[in-house]
């Protein structure tokens, strides 16, 4: 079974501009959740979809957006882009069973830099 | 409000030795833990898991354990190997919420 594919890998970008990344879940998975890693301060949760839902979101700014789509595939979404946003984002997929707490299975990242 | 701490950045042992990784949290409605091992440009692999239920959790090498008064987790891994050098991270959950992640901790396995 594939796991969690993210694109690109890498991405360089400068300040003000947007960017979208992409990830598609384990074959199954109906959640997908999107964390910012940068050095020292751990993964940062942005956002959980389930079933095209946003159905969790931390604290970031509206500038960071995302969707899901029917097949569970995820987009994320950055506007306005500033030199903080440099960072690995990482999309991680789940069965999303009802009430019960589960490990989640994560992608390669996508390594955006900011300029 | 960081309600997973992972107080040590780094930790370094020698082949063969003992790693103890440990994790605090103040979140007393967490019921589920987890630890992660992440290889530089690659995303966080799954390690092993331990419910509130219980105290302690082993897979070969690694064992996970729960003190649940003191808000404590810990992760050990005996004999530590050279593959063991990555960075850990903590995690915990409560019911179907997010997951939330610690700082991480750089492991270095000495030869």
């Known amino acids: 079974k594939a796991g969690v594919t993210q694109t690109p890998r890498y991405l360089i970008k400068t300040r003000g501009q947007q960017v979208t990344l992409s990830c598609s879940p384990i074959?199954?998975?109906?959640?997908v959740s999107w964390y910012q890693q940068t050095p020292g301060q751990g993964l940062q949760f942005l956002f959980e979809?389930?079933?095209?839902?946003?159905?969790n979101k931390g604290n970031f700014p509206g500038r960071f957006s995302g969707r899901q789509f029917s097949n569970s595939r995820s987009e994320m979404n950055v506007s306005t882009l500033e030199l903080g946003d440099s960072a690995l984002y990482l999309c991680?997929?789940?069965?999303?069973?009802?009430?019960?707490?589960?490990?989640?299975?994560f992608g390669s990242g996508t390594q955006l830099s900011v300029l | 409000d960081q309600q997973v701490k992972q107080n040590s950045p780094s930790l370094s042992v020698q082949e063969g030795r003992i790693s103890i990784l440990n994790c605090d949290y103040t979140?007393?409605?967490?019921?589920?833990f987890l630890w992660y091992k992440k290889y530089p440009a690659e995303g966080p692999t799954f390690l092993i898991s331990?419910?509130?239920?219980?105290d302690k959790n082993e897979d070969g090498r690694f064992t996970v354990f729960l003190n649940k008064s003191a808000k404590h987790l810990s992760l050990h891994i005996v004999p530590s190997q050279p593959g063991d050098s990555a960075v850990y991270f903590c995690?915990?959950?409560?019911?179907?919420?997010?997951?939330?992640f610690g700082q991480g901790t750089r492991l270095t396995i000495n030869p």
């Open positions: 331990i419910s509130s239920i219980k």
């Open positions: 991680a997929s789940s069965l999303a069973l009802s009430g019960v707490s589960e490990k989640l299975f």
């Open positions: 995690a915990a959950s409560a019911g179907a919420q997010k997951l939330v």
């Open positions: 979809y389930f079933s095209e839902t946003q159905r």
């Open positions: 074959s199954g998975h109906r959640s």
């Open positions: 979140n007393s409605m967490f019921d589920y």
